[in-house]
């Protein structure tokens, strides 16, 4: 049964490919106004975070969700790459930074900063309206979240942003309940892999820790049946301890759309769950960028997955 919801068209991970975005857009009915677009019959868009790194028109990018924004055609969420680029230019007051830089992972954020290496006053500007993005969006029958909606830690993060300096410092230090809370939200919940296993991602980077599912959990699993974009062979019983830690989102809960988990580009494009649409499909490379087009339904459909 559909509600009386307003119609939202609901957009993963751009990354810079402002091509794919506007090509997107046209098809989904949006039509260019100013920087941004609109849609004739009032829909709204709702991006789910990601905007920066890896692509190549990052700042045509921004413009256009902001400007969205603003003009209240849109709605826009904090991705995890945000959160990093926001951290990596604020002083730790140990003489280094939130975010450790040159790190090998850190190519597509070196992307990014060159391309706004002639406009540092804009770059500045920028970096605060990062600050001010929402942590995720409630809106009654439609839920949006970077990666993970985690009961407890959107409980925790209701109503703040980066824009408090202290509250953001607080989401760095691995020793306070905020920074479990943004790590669940933005980049998921993982567990370590069994002994004498790693996981390659699929920008070659190696990883001791995985990322899980959080919906559909089992009382019992190989940690490699749980493990996202897709399961893994891999040997060793998730602990019971950390099992339980890992949210598990019910099926009886509103939608929730998110993005974050670069499914493969040619993975099929329908529900994870009856109410739960990853909508990362790689577009940041060879993939499409992909919308869902909701219509207030309470179970999503395959048919509704854009591209």
């Known amino acids: 049964m559909k509600s009386n919801a307003p119609a939202y068209d609901i957009i993963g991970d751009i990354h810079g490919q402002y091509d794919k975005l506007a090509g997107l857009l046209h098809k989904l009915g949006y039509a ?58 604020i002083p730790d007051g140990s003489g280094g930074w939130l975010y450790k830089r040159d790190q090998p992972r850190d190519v597509g ?41 985690d009961a407890k830690g959107i409980e925790r993060l209701a109503g703040k942003t980066m824009a408090d300096d202290s509250f953001l410092r607080s989401c760095v230090d691995r020793k306070s309940p905020e920074y479990r809370a943004v790590e669940n939200v ?20 190696v990883h001791a820790k995985v990322r899980v599912r959080w919906w559909n959990l089992p009382d019992r699993a190989r940690i490699g049946e749980l493990v996202l974009p897709s399961p893994v062979d891999a040997p060793g019983d998730a602990p019971p301890h950390e099992l339980k830690r890992v949210p598990n989102y019910p099926s009886s809960g509103p939608p929730v759309f998110f993005g974050h988990y670069w499914l493969e580009s040619d993975a099929k494009q329908a529900p994870l769950a009856s109410n739960l649409a990853c909508l990362d499909f790689s577009a940041a490379n060879e993939g499409p960028l992909v919308a869902y087009r909701w219509n207030g339904e309470r179970e999503l459909e395959a048919k509704q997955f854009l591209c």
């Open 32 to 89: 260019s106004r100013g920087d941004g677009y609109r849609h004739p019959d009032g829909r709204k868009v709702v991006f789910l975070g990601d905007y920066i790194d890896r692509g190549p028109k990052v700042h045509k990018v921004l413009v256009t969700i902001r400007a969205m924004v603003e003009d209240g055609d849109a709605l826009a969420i904090m991705g995890n790459h945000e959160f990093n680029m926001v951290c990596y230019h």
């Open 109 to 149: 954020m070196r992307l990014t900063l060159a391309q706004f290496a002639e406009m540092p006053g804009e770059w500045a500007d920028w970096l605060e309206w990062m600050k001010k993005l929402p942590l995720f969006l409630d809106l009654g029958d439609l839920r949006a979240v970077h990666a993970c909606w």
């Open 186 to 205: 933005l980049n998921g919940p993982e567990m370590v892999m069994p002994e004498g296993y790693i996981y390659h991602d699929k920008a070659g980077n």
